[in-house]
């Protein structure tokens, strides 16, 4: 039996700023972007796409610590680990991410490349198209993993993302061995298609030797990892895998399995898709926040879809609404 | 008679990054504000107070600066002249307004204080309560005035905060000249209650030199400029010194005098405040886009009343809908 954990969740993610405006399909296309992805750009990228983009809004984004900041606000107690610069827009990632309560010690990189930015084109039906400059959030190094804490905490969340650069990668293998050490669990989220392309092995090994102990994909992802094309077939293929299984399937909602035991969920009601940035991080905040105390399968994915209604419903993957008033009226 | 204008509206203010959060106006008295205030803080002021903001967002701002973004998006042609710092708030600030359709060529401040920003807690009930860091954008040099802009543009528009620190007033006293050499028309928005109490003097005489062909004023600025403290009274001293008074009453609506016609318009209706930042400089966007065009003076205090209505219905004093489309589905 493990000791109690001083936190409900570590995770190490992107420390990102997003850029929001709104644009058109048409012109999402011109810019030479696929529509709804997410692609890594570099300096000169992001600057040519940055001026071809319209009056833009300013948000702390990334994906695990959009789901901290989800989780803190549903009253779980919280870390981030990731790498900002020692900039302006470091220190508005920094400020965000401690105003919700999160605990947040990585110093920020000095001399070197600037904080991350994502440059989000959101298309009227509120789809988003993401283009990321990694800065300093690349250069995560494992000197900064602080392993005490990680070991102090119920779960340690890793985001896929960051499974791509080569020292935050090396950071997070640690960072499993700690949690592990310590009798924790282990929730990892693939993020998206292009780092399963390159990490799919990875991810295979680590579930095949029982490393990670709750799987968040979306059903794109899931097809990606399995090779199989079916929802149901990836479903049936990965599930016994793992100890818990979670897959978003956008406007159609989620599943759940865990020890054989299967639960969904619609998605959640909203008056107006807005912007469908951190769709998938709010969905596995509720459900971590769930999962910490033990609530039941159906309840977890119940509260994943609360959280994720809530931040499609407006500009920004923080989110705006009282999440604790919001799943309370609902539960 | 004078040449046809290159441009409609050329706009010299603060250039300002807002950072906004939701705050409970108890948190607002606690941290010494005063509710619905804007007040100027040093470097010291602004860490503290942002240390003890909640998660925010960042939208470019800036009185004037807000009025032509809304100018731009009605299809007026405006210029900008403001002082950013060479930093990353700073190239935001230039990005928006540059993507707006706004002229903007003044060289970023280098090796100096960083560019502007305003903290603004947002209460409940949409009030917003400012504490600016003026930065570099104190320090916009007379060098910085394009004087052919300035002569080739119908309107030359003042933002009142920015008369207060002493190289910007200098800049705009040669400004107000290089538009009445031209022939030019100069607007004058009085800002807040502050810069009356400090620089009441000024306007006075500027306006019985007959200096100021449109000035904008709420009620509050109305009694604080003219002495009077019924609104009947003010209005009645002070519309007779100037070509055109237009007034804000908040959710009374506004009134303008031209030339001893008297029009009023009622607030336009909005479902929700949310932040009433803004408010009065996309209610001057609104009227000037009539004025540029010579519509009657009803139909611009109706085009005011629009322009506020949607920019206090979300977060940040940057319009978010289509203010053409609906300009042209009201009017």
Redesign the interface.
């Known amino acids: 039996m493990t000791a109690p954990a001083k936190y409900d969740v570590i995770a190490i993610g992107n420390a990102i700023v997003d ?1 929001m ?1 709104p644009c058109a399909d048409a012109r999402i296309a011109e810019l030479g972007m696929a529509r709804g992805g997410m692609t890594l750009v570099d300096t000169g990228r992001a600057e040519s796409l ?2 071809a ?8 984004g990334g994906s695990a610590a959009n789901t901290l ?1 989800g989780l803190a606000a549903l009253g779980a107690r919280c870390g981030f680990i990731g790498q900002v610069a020692d ?3 470091g220190a ?1 990632f920094a ?3 401690r ?2 309560g999160i605990a947040f010690d990585v110093p920020a990189l000095t001399g070197g490349e ?2 991350a930015r994502c440059l989000i084109f959101v298309s009227p039906d509120g789809q988003r198209t993401m283009n990321t400059f990694l800065g300093a959030s690349q250069f995560l190094p494992e000197a900064a993993l602080d392993t005490a804490m990680i070991a102090d905490a119920s779960v340690l969340y890793l985001e896929g993302y960051l499974w791509d650069p080569e020292q935050p990668r090396s950071a997070m293998r640690r960072a499993i061995a700690a949690a592990r050490g310590a009798g924790r669990k282990v929730a990892f989220s693939l993020s998206d298609g292009f780092v399963i392309a390159r990490h799919g092995d990875d991810f295979r090994a680590l579930i095949a030797a029982g490393a990670i102990d709750i799987l968040f994909a979306n059903a794109d992802e899931l097809a990606a990892l399995t090779g199989i094309t079916t929802f149901e077939g990836g479903l049936a293929a990965l599930a016994p895998q793992l100890p818990v299984l979670v897959v978003t399937r956008g406007a159609e909602g989620a599943v759940a399995i865990a020890a054989g035991t299967r639960a969904e969920v619609a998605a959640a009601p909203v008056a107006k898709v807005v912007d469908t940035t951190g769709a998938g991080d709010l969905f596995a905040a509720g459900f971590l926040s769930g999962h910490v105390r033990a609530a039941p399968l159906a309840e977890c994915l119940k509260l994943g879809a609360i959280c994720a209604a809530e931040i499609i419903s407006h500009y ?1 993957a ?1 989110p705006e609404a009282d999440l604790k008033a919001l799943v309370s009226a609902a539960v």
Do not use: C, F, K, N
């Not at 983009?53 to 702390?60: F, I, L, N, V």
């Open positions: 850029v405006a940055y001026a983009m319209g009056p833009a809004r300013e948000m702390s900041a900039d302006q827009l508005v400020h965000d991410i105003a919700g600037p904080t920004g923080r």
